[in-house]
């Protein structure tokens, strides 16, 4: 079982750059595909960006250029770096592991882009 808790978020002006954290719990961290969602009030939950356990990572187009994930197997967290918010960037952040065919979410956390 792995439990995943996210920390991070916040009410971030336009501009500005916020950095979310999510924490694994059990022993195969280093194994799990490892992403970060989002879904926006009225909208559908995405796939913001997805990294393996080999550090190879993609990104949607509406966050390319802007946002950075990356983990840390040892501290066993995954971090979203995000910089040049949007508004259109307003929304809860979901930190997501998937192993062997089993889903795990992490409860959420809201990110506000506003002036």
């Known amino acids: 079982q792995v439990q995943l808790v996210e920390s991070g978020g916040g009410l971030v002006q336009p501009g500005g750059s916020v950095r979310l954290s999510c924490v694994a719990s059990g022993s195969i961290f280093s194994l799990l595909q490892m992403s970060w969602y989002r879904q926006a009030p009225g909208k559908e939950r995405e796939l913001v960006a997805p990294?393996?356990?080999?550090?190879?990572?993609k990104y949607a187009d509406s966050v390319t250029g802007r946002f950075t994930i990356s983990r840390d197997n040892a501290k066993k967290t995954v971090y979203l770096q995000m910089n040049s918010l949007k508004p259109e960037d307003t929304a809860v952040y979901y930190c997501?592991?998937?192993?062997?065919?089993?889903?795990?979410w992490g409860q959420g956390t809201q990110v506000t882009v506003s002036s």
């Open positions: 990294i393996t356990g080999r550090t190879t990572t």
């Open positions: 997501h592991a998937e192993f062997r065919s089993k889903e795990y």
